[in-house]
């Protein structure tokens, strides 16, 4: 009794004076929080101690310390919580800042150039100044980019809502008119289309005149069947003006096996009688080191065309990465699902950029069960087939004649052409 009397003056004397806590036995400061006593006080109940009259006094004496010390804890609490609200904010307000530069610096390089596309953009229903950032930053900087890309691309890349994505989608289609049309008006389109020399005659022949923009080609074939050497003749033969066979353009060469060679580039335009060092500035490159940076390069390729008068993409080669990074039959579905998304980015910056020309070289694999006949096809199967608009198969002549025939084509007929891999590039 005589302790529990102690401790009832020690509380009543004030906050700083030492006491002795009958509860967790222990020495305590008035009006400070101990952990150890917290401890034991949680599993106490208060209610239950107060029916003890034997200990009522100090029953009491812990109840208001409990209560005393929850409230000091609750303060405390209150303190850091405004705190880490205040911080949240500023951190808020840091990432918003971050995002606008960002975000301008993205509008800065379109107002550059002046561009009409974004301005029809920014005129689509319900386009304000941040929906227009996030479109641009995302690479939807036209009504062809919006109109023509899956929604939940648009949704992923720039981070829209679906109900905005699927109302821009529709009010792009409505204003670039696209829907049933006459084939009269499809054919007075395809009467602009244009095409790019070979430079070999023959070739060009087989192509109906060069090879043509709005569409993506494929060449397969086996190693050293003169793949890799088209795509080389292409960019420098891109640069042409119109009337040689050009289309006054620039190109974009990624190359997925490290065999672009500016040595090659500097001969064939030798070839040509043009100033190589000119030739090789307009040849944008970009090494792609796996599938993922290889998809990524053609991504980001949307936002250079304009910018940089791109009319020839080459991609040399399609598959070779998915080929060694997917294997084993496990992965198969996964495989083709993923080069299945790649072909349709490429076909779609045909749809977006009808002047321009996609072309993919693709590797052959054998197959076993042909004993007559061809025992190679182009890897990637029936998906890389139906993805590409013209497939041509290439195969090795004598010497440094190479043999080209048509696979595929809708408006082609099938037929072979024979071509030389020389110093100065493709010739007949
Ligand atoms: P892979 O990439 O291995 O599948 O082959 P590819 O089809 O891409 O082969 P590529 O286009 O690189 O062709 C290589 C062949 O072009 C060589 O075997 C040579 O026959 C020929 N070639 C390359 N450079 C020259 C050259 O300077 N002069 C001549 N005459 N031929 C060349
Ligand atoms: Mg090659």
Redesign the pocket.
Known sequence: MAKASDDVNQRQSGVGEPYFCEECKRNHTKGKIYKEHLKFAKFKSVDDEVVDDDNKISDLLSKDDIASEEEALSNEIDEIEEENEEKNEEIEEIREEIDEDDLDEGLEDYNDDGNACVEAVKKLPGVGEATLKKLIKAGFSSLESIAYTPPTIIQKESGLGDKTTAKLIKASMEKLDIGFKSAEVVWEYRKNITRITTSSQELDNLFGGGIETGCVVEFF????????????QLCVNVQLPKEDGGLNGNALYIDT?G?FRPE?II?MAEGHDLDYKKVLKNIVFGRAYNSDHQIMLIKEATNLIKEKNIKLIIL??LIGHFRSEYVGRGTLANRQQTINTHLHDLLRLTDIFPDLCVVV?N?VQSKPDVFYGNPTVAAGGNIVAHGSTIRVY?RKGKG?QRVAKMIDAPHLPEGEAVFS???NGITD
Do not use: N, V, W, Y
């Open positions: 074939g086996e190693f050293r069947t003169g793949k890799t050497q088209i795509a080389h096996e065999t090659r001969q040399d080669s070289t590797q290439l440094e891999i020389t110093e």
